[in-house]
């Protein structure tokens, strides 16, 4: 006996809706008629579980205790059959990197903003019964990887070395999923589908892809509206507020980074909008470039490495 289950989702027609922007998975509008909401609204390539798995995970963190916009509804675009989110509208937003695109002398003081703001957000526990334990996500996902031996064991022996940690985790931490209101002043956080717990430097580990790996690339300039050396400076200025110092990559507390990141992209890859093999080669060039310099035998050495 099958058992089949329709979901019906409330539909909507483009045409009531203005587009802002987009990203690297999904697009964003603005409603013609309400201008209290907004639509994130999945990719044509995108997958309908994560767009499922972003609203409940949104109506979830209502709870957790930081600003970010509410979840409202759950929707699915009439033509294509695209699912989105309509959330709450933040009035009058400005993302940090429009902000930075916009008044690029401005840059020091929005990754300052950034990082305090980042710091209140590690610092708040949640609910471990309600959320994504990333350390043992990651644990469990080692050994399934398609890479080399050589890698799997550096991280098999990274993961037993991160400190269990309650706190917050974006796991999607980049300066264009924090936005101001202009309206109210407040800082609000966005794009929270990846949000769970676990230690704050897997969070930085992002802003470090971002900012010192993936910013060659004009695809992530374009998404950011930033050039690659304000990335790079970003990386500076916002390690210097965060940690009371800016962070180079090759010193120790730098390979910390790289491993946090190593061990971050094992669970992420799979959103790459890419066939199978070409997911698992960008997979292998991402965890060459993180543990580059660091041999299995400095594993502990590095993972024990304070600011």
Known sequence: MFIFIIMNYKQINLNDWELQGEGAFGESYFSKTDSSIMLKLMKPEGRKEDIIA???????????GFKTPAAIELVEESQSGRLGII??????????????????????????????????FHGINCDPTQFLCYKETIRKAIPKLFTFKKYKDILKAAIELVPDSHGCLQYDFQPGNIVHSNKTGENYWIDMGD????????????????TNILCT???????????????????????????????????MFGKKIRLHLAMAVTIK??????????????????LRNALKGIPLENIAEIMAAEV
């Open 54 to 64: 972003e609203f409940e995970n949104s109506r979830k963190i209502a709870s957790v």
């Open 87 to 120: 959330y709450e509208k933040v009035q009058e937003k400005i993302s940090f990197t429009r902000m930075i695109h916009d008044n690029p002398s401005d840059l020091p003081r929005i990754a300052k903003i950034h990082a305090e703001e980042a710091k209140k």
């Open 195 to 210: 949000f769970g717990y676990g230690h704050y430097l897997f969070d930085i580990a992002f802003l470090y892809m971002f």
């Open 217 to 251: 690339k004009k695809s992530v300039q374009q998404i950011f509206h930033m050039t690659e050396q304000q990335l790079r400076d970003y990386w500076v200025e916002f390690t210097a507020a965060y940690f009371g110092r800016s962070i180079q990559p090759d010193e």
């Open 269 to 286: 890859y799979h959103i790459i909008p890419a066939p199978g093999p070409i997911k698992y080669i960008i997979l292998n060039i991402m």
